[in-house]
């Protein structure tokens, strides 16, 4: 049986239907801002754990080569054209995930939205909007998503974050302002969640990524790559496994990811 949802999609606002397939008793892994490196890499992860994965970018067709790649290997994925801006949107998804696939055991909020403009040419527009994409959405799908993890007494939320989460630079007020409160959120949801067993993390991911668009506009990236001096999104990914599989007894709430030879 297959239930068809309208959503909105973010780039024309035009509505489109979104299938479920029912896979019941699949575990679920809600994986938000699913881009072609990091978000793909950390897709791709929880599928080889099993995972049924809950892909979400605003754009669900830049999605086809994530859903062909996992698919492809037998595994189960399905993609979401959602904009994580909007309450209803994510109370919609997160239902219909739950109803027709299975609990969402993990989530994973990786939206960028890295802008750079000096603080006289940073508009309120700017500003307001990077904030809704990098913190607000992080708090929406949170909230959500830990309201079912709440009930069952278990789940894993992980919020990746940047240099710009703990260091204002110059030209990043926008960015930096979104991903300061994103840290935050993460630090208050994990105290008031883990004592119900639920895990709150955050991941700063301190230095160029191996991705073509660091190849394209940071000198000498393709020589750092050769020498390891650039992170690897399938090496990022690996870290929020670890993460998912900490006990108890040893959970950890923000961990850094840098390359050896990044300052710091």
Known sequence: ????????????KRQFSCTFP????????????????????ISRAFANEGFHICAVRRNKEKLSPLISEISGKGQGIT????????????????????????????????IGANVHFGITQTTARVYYKVWEMACFSGFLVGKE???????????????????????????????????????SLSQSMARELGPEGIHVAHVVVDGGIDT???FENLPGA????????????????????????QPK??????????????KW
């Not at 049986?1 to 959503?7: E, K």
């Not at 110059?170 to 994103?182: E, P, Q, R, Y």
């Not at 750092?224 to 998912?244: C, M, T, V």
Request: charged share 20%; glycine share 12%.
């Open 1 to 12: 049986m297959q239930r068809v949802i309208p959503l909105v999609c973010f780039t024309t």
């Open 145 to 183: 998503v830990a309201t079912r993890m709440r009930e069952r007494g278990a789940g894993t939320i992980i919020f990746t974050g940047a240099t710009a989460s703990v260091r204002g630079g110059v030209g990043f007020s926008a960015f930096s302002g979104a991903k300061f409160g994103l840290r």
């Open 249 to 262: 007894s040893a959970w950890t709430q923000e961990m850094d990811l840098r390359p050896y030879c990044e």
């Open 79 to 110: 993609g979401l054209g959602v904009d994580c801006r909007k309450e209803d949107q994510v109370q919609e998804m997160v239902k219909q995930i739950e109803t027709d696939i299975g609990p969402i055991e993990v989530a994973v909020h990786n």
């Open 22 to 41: 029912r896979f019941a008793g699949k575990k679920a892994a809600l994986i938000v801002g699913a881009g072609d490196s990091t978000g793909s890499a």
């Open 222 to 245: 393709k020589e750092l790559a050769k020498i390891g001096g650039l992170l690897n999104p399938d090496e990022i990914a690996q870290n929020y496994i670890h993460l998912f599989k």
């Open 212 to 214: 073509p668009f660091v």
